[in-house]
């Protein structure tokens, strides 16, 4: 018998949902619902409104049945309509401000330059697909519930079936006197921004920040990168109160306080007192002191923005906040509160952006009928870097000490770090604090509530061995708490879409699109499935070369080979290189240069390998400029030297620092300024200190046996002998000395590459040590050594290290991975085992003899110095293929100008999109999957020269300019 066939689903006529507010809460509840299939598609509306008059009774009655509950706390009796046949909802959203949702969690950026358009989380394309009514700068006045509307600022009455709150906080002002005068600001808008970025310009000198809490600490950082002298007053006894403890916010106070920003704590703000002409003049505290200031930004804290809610009838909480049940469900059940605005069930309001996307991806799920998913509250672990610093906490790190909870510590003052972990009586992770090294984040903060897979000293403590890897982690444990993201749900990704890199576990979940703190998770999850699959990823380098960094060295010094190009024609699969390969190609043929007879760096072909620090042979900043810092062997520096630097740091208004490693550091130069300040560092005696490449950075000393009462042996002679032998030499990853004394070790040799100690016999040579996020002390590898021997032992050690390393490898994790670690490498230094000792040294020899200082030599170089300054423009022949310029447009914005090898030009805004900074014309340009792509050189995110699409993160674009519209002048 033949069955008949099923019906189809009928169109539901759409139902109108009215969403008060356009941040990132609310953006990310339009997300879901299109995600869900619940927004009606531009398209479908015509069909949906022939139905929607005769249905429109039923449909109120399905809406009835939906928010049948009659408020907060109730019990769920009913569910939403089915979304059976086409989705249903037509949206109107009424945003207070006049640009739409935009990253506030990035909102700093903006006082270096990132628009409103590249903070944007709104994609035109999404609003015109679901024709939402996006009704800019005309918010809600009013909200009938009777009736069903919302009434604008501008008299228009909008009719819901669903409305949803999504109105944020607003900033609390102290009502002290003063607190409304000219000079006065709050920061939270782009508006806030834009108002405080020109009245600074108008010749303000000097700022406070009231509060000294998340947001305090970023307006302080802003009015810092605006070049005033910053102050920061917290009432509180300490800075981040509901972050940190007393001793987190000690080292957090000791580096803000390093950079120049004066912190006043456990005091008030009393008055702002005016000039004669009605703007700030200066800031009473409560204590009487008096602070002078030109601006004040009140950064106090935030109130729910729950007016709408409280003049419509809805309950509200004692302290602000509408209240909402599990579903996010106001009193009134067709109304919806989410983010900020809302107090939730477990009587909190969420300052936070995870929190509101989990309260908005319920609201969807409800809208779109299904009823499982609740919110009864959030993580609110936090990772972020303040000025600097990293800063993170998770899970409770206040517990009670009568709760029977134990401290696991670890801090040093004097780097600024300070880490504290707390354990219940039965050894399960209670919380924690890690300030100014942050890296054991992502590993921690899966295993809050559980116990430890080690002792947590391992995880905290310098020295403490290796963390356990993502196989210690649960199934059920969040990693990515902003997208609230389990491990569980990585692995399934990882199988049912065969991915195998984090661009993809990003496309399929979300997890690592938001604050960015779980990439290292999801890399070790990603590491662990693929191994447990049987999955063997790519050996090779990228999709270009399936040599992995040591064959391809080996190539090219057995081939004699001198060119990326005639590299990727014998040995390569095709294609113009990547971001991944160019750089790791440019720095082995640096290495060889001597053998090969290879110029410069930056001669000819080699420019297009450079990554933007070794173009402009210079660190790149956050904010597009660069950092200087020049070679000061062993610290040894004369006064006429210390001078020139200070002379220089004056002139360009540079920010100086005493680095890590005994050197000066300018930071905040701009590209076209560099040439002129290696000009002038070089007529007092310095030269490159090679910050930028991975090379030799510093070799650290103590004074030794020069002054100090016990010092056994020469340390500052030893240590600039050896700066002055191994500058220079381009290796897998950058690699730092440090010569001591004697044992008291006060330049931290055993903690460096190469260590090295002075002893009653000569000198202790220890290596393979690392400070940073994994530290790890050096190996003793030769004891008692002479001078000369100890020079012998270190050029082997280094040409082996450069010969056998892969890509970014630095020394700790080489000896770790290397077959027979330590023992191998005295079988192979000391006793030359391999028989390749003097071949070594021979190839180091002809290093030294080759040196040049490249500062000098681009100085030298016309073809060099010009990708420093301007060029004409005209038909695009001064463009060199393979490289990015930067181009000035009319409106003072600039493009980022490309050339392939084939001649094809991509024109792209130079504004990097994550960052804000004018950078990606420094970007490497390559291919991916064939298509023409850039880098960009802050965080590597690639994107499509063609379409401006990133291929690493689907929601973000980058702008594409149309060629016709450039400047035919200078750039």
Known sequence: MVQPLPAQPQPQ???????????????????????????????????????????????????????????????????????????????????????????????????????????????????????????????????????????????????????????????????????????CFTYRTLYDVEQLTRYVGEGARRGVVIGGGLLGLEAAGALRTLGLDTHVVEFAPRLMPLQVDDGGAAALRTTIESMGVAVHTGVGAHEVELDEAGRVRELRLSDGRRIEADVVVFSAGVRPRDRLARECGLAVGDRGGVAVDAYCRTTDPSIYAVGECAQTVDGRVYGLVAPGYQMAETVAERLAGGSGRTFTGADTSTKLKLMGADVASFGDPFAASDTGAVEVLFSDGREGVYKKLLLGPDGRLLGGILVGDAGAYGSLKPHTGRQLPSPAEVFIAPAGGEAPGADALPDDAVVCSCHNVTKAQVRDAVTEHGLTDIAGIKRCTKAGTGCGGCVGSLQGVLDAELTASGVTRPRGLCEHFTLSRSEIYAVVARQHITSFRELMDRHGSGGDGCAVCKPVVGNILATLAPELGIGHVLDGEQATLQDSNDLFLANLQKDGTYSVIPRVPGGEVTPEQVIAVGEVARDYGLYTKITGAQRIGLFGARADQLPDIWRRLGAAGFESGQAYGKSLRAVKSCVGARFCRFG?????????????????????????????????????????????IATAGGWNLYVCGNGGARPRHADLLASDLSTA????????????????????????????????????????????????????????????????????????????????????????????PGRGRPAKLADGSEAALFKSRTGEVYAVSNRDPFSGADVIAGGIMGSRDGVPVVASPLHKQEFDLRTGRCLDDPDVTLPVLDLADLPATRF
């Open 13 to 183: 006529p759409a139902q109108h949902l009215v969403l008060i507010g356009h941040g990132m809460v609310g953006h990310r509840l339009l997300q879901a619902l299109a995600e869900r299939g619940a927004l009606a598609e531009r398209g479908a509306l015509a069909e949906r409104e022939v139905l929607a008059g005769r249905e429109a009774l039923a449909g109120r009655e399905a809406l009835a049945e939906l928010g049948s509950l009659t408020g907060p706390g109730a019990s769920n009796t009913s569910s939403a309509p089915s979304t059976s046949g086409t989705p249903r909802w037509r949206v109107t959203v009424l945003a207070e401000e006049d640009v739409p949702a935009y990253d506030r969690v990035h909102l700093s950026s903006a006082f270096t330059g990132a628009t409103a358009q590249q903070l944007s989380l709104c994609d035109g394309e999404f609003i015109e697909a679901y024709a939402i009514e996006l009704r800019l700068g005309d918010p809600a006045e009013g909200v009938d519930p009777a009736a069903r509307t919302v009434t604008t600022t501008s008299g228009a009455v909008v009719p819901y079936d669903a409305l949803v709150l999504a109105t944020g906080s607003y900033p609390f002002v102290p009502p002290i006197p003063g607190a409304d005068a000219t000079g």
């Open 712 to 756: 056994q042996g020469d340390s500052i002679r030893l240590a600039i002998d050896l700066e002055n032998r191994y500058r220079g030499l381009r290796t897998p990853h950058k690699f730092k000395g440090g010569v001591s004394g004697c044992l008291r070790e006060c330049a931290e040799a055993r903690g460096k590459d190469i260590g090295v």
């Open 789 to 880: 021997d100890l020079f012998r032992t270190v050029d082997r050690f280094l040409m082996y290290y450069v010969r056998t390393a892969e890509r970014l490898e630095r020394t700790a994790a080489w000896i770790e991975r290397i077959d027979g670690g330590l023992d191998h490498l005295k079988a192979v230094l000391i006793e030359d085992s391999l028989g390749i000792g003097a071949e070594l040294e021979a190839q180091m020899d002809r290093h030294v003899a080759a040196y040049r200082d490249e500062w000098s030599a681009v100085l030298a170089d016309p073809a060099a110095l010009d990708r420093f300054g301007h060029v004409d423009f005209g038909a695009h022949d001064a463009l060199e």
